[in-house]
């Protein structure tokens, strides 16, 4: 029971910075400096990868809405991994890469039109 309590309140901790990180970053993302917004990218690209379905549902929220101040190299590195989790056997990797995509074409319909993996993110 005690473990149950910890891991709700883990969750429930997590989800709160997530909606304070999404405000932060709809309403000042281009402020951040890009050391932080790349450490924030590699956190978000782990948590689409959570058990928890709230958890994964912000953090890709979140990416998609990153995405705008990504450039290249780091959009293409994500739509790879995308890619890999979409195949995966966990049914929360590739929900997770399925809500960031949805998200990435949100908020940044071109960077994945016109991203050499699009043809493979369709298919």
């Keep these: 029971m005690v473990e149950n309590d910890n891991d709700t309140s883990d969750v429930g901790v997590r989800e709160a910075f997530l909606i304070a990180l999404k405000g932060v970053l709809k309403h000042a993302g281009n ?4 050391p932080v917004r790349i450490r924030v990218y590699d ?9 928890d379905d709230q958890v994964r549902v912000s953090s890709a929220k979140i990416l998609g ?3 705008q101040y ?3 190299e780091q959009l293409n590195d994500l ?16 929900h997770g890469s399925l809500l960031t995509i949805s998200s990435i074409l949100r908020h940044k319909f071109s960077a994945l039109t016109g991203s050499p993996s699009f043809r493979l993110i369709v298919d």
């Design 70 to 72: 990504m450039e290249g």
């Design 65 to 67: 809405i990153t995405s």
């Design 43 to 51: 956190n978000l690209r782990d948590l689409i990868l959570h058990d």
């Design 79 to 94: 739509f790879e991994g995308l890619l890999k989790s979409s195949s995966s056997s966990s049914w929360s990797a590739r």
């Design 31 to 34: 402020s951040i400096s890009a």
